[in-house]
């Protein structure tokens, strides 16, 4: 695998890592594992070049309005403090990864990391500001819902957005040539190989 073109103004936004979109959990995404080798090369190359990690994570209270049980689409997962929702074990966040935490009210529903949280309620845009980032490169998991939607909120915001393909895999295979065409369309260049 090549060496990504990280430079000073970057940050790495790797979404949505977590046990339960991983083989086994409640919401496996197909050939989901297979990101975690090529996302733990990218942190390695990002902290060479010292730029941001910022890692987002569902954070679902146990009645989100999203669950099946509750009129939504999804089956019960990613459940705040549950094993579910922790970041898989293989994936090797630094210590000083930035944590955003997103759909953690029970009535609103969060694809986009640009929505999401740190723990002092700080958010994406914000964290971009402060580190002075201008060029935002994305990996994780799902491309079809929040991957594609964080890369339209940060393009949306006039943020350069590059989405690394390799390491991303979509939730419905039909579904990532669509994704992709809606994210070139709205002017998110795709790095379609390493």
Known sequence: MQDVDFQTGDALLIIDVQNDFLMGGALAVPEGEQVIPVINTLIAQARLKQIPIIASRDWHPKNHCSF???????????????????????INLPDDCIHLYKATEQTTEVYSAAQGHTNSHESLYSILKNKSVKRVWLCGLALDYCVKASALDLAKEKVETIVILPATRAIMLQARQTSIEELMHAGVMLIEEL
């Open 68 to 90: 099946k049980a509750q009129g939504g689409a999804w089956p019960v997962h990613c459940v705040a403090n549950t094993e579910g929702a922790d970041y898989h074990p293989f």
